[in-house]
């Protein structure tokens, strides 16, 4: 099942939700905001094609790694590599490789910040455009869901 992360536009803090197509609404446990969604069958299969929170269509893939505990853990692995001749380097490669590449893609929606974690059509989203973040964010563009075309 696909898993949606909504950012409480009130208080900032993540919302674990499933989709559920009977429910129109979910609240914050922290600040009681109430957030409308719009879940529908697509979603509870697994697909993503309209946000379900502002109904929009364009989101960007990325790894779902958190960039704090990458640090760390490149930390780790450079002061290990003295005694291990760089195999912790090499190894942190391939967890990297297994793990965050292969595994754990997150889409997320340009214009509400939704995850979306486990989308079985992840192929069909693509990376994150600096330029049409720009728009989306700071002109309120809508792309529907196309590339963005010179
Ligand atoms: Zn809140
Ligand atoms: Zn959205």
């Known amino acids: ?32 905001h109430i957030i409308d969604v719009k879940f529908t069958t697509e979603h509870e299969h697994g697909n993503l094609k309209e946000c379900p929170v502002c109904s929009r269509m364009d989101f960007y893939k990325q790894k779902d790694f958190n960039r704090k505990i990458g640090v760390i853990l490149f930390v780790i692995a450079a002061i290990l590599s003295i005694w291990t001749y760089g195999l ?6 391939l967890v990297d490789l297994f793990l965050f590449r292969k595994l754990a893609i997150v889409a997320i929606c340009y214009k509400c910040l939704t995850n979306f974690r486990k989308v079985k059509n992840i192929t069909e989203i693509r990376d994150f455009d600096h330029e049409m973040n720009d728009r989306i964010v700071y002109s309120d563009h809508d792309f529907k869901g196309k590339p963005l075309s010179h």
């Open 88 to 93: 912790s380097l090499v190894a942190l490669y």
């Open 1 to 32: 099942m696909m898993e949606v992360q909504i950012t409480c536009p009130s208080c900032q803090s993540s919302i674990e939700v499933l989709p559920n197509h009977l429910a129109s609404k979910v609240d914050c446990d922290i600040c009681k």
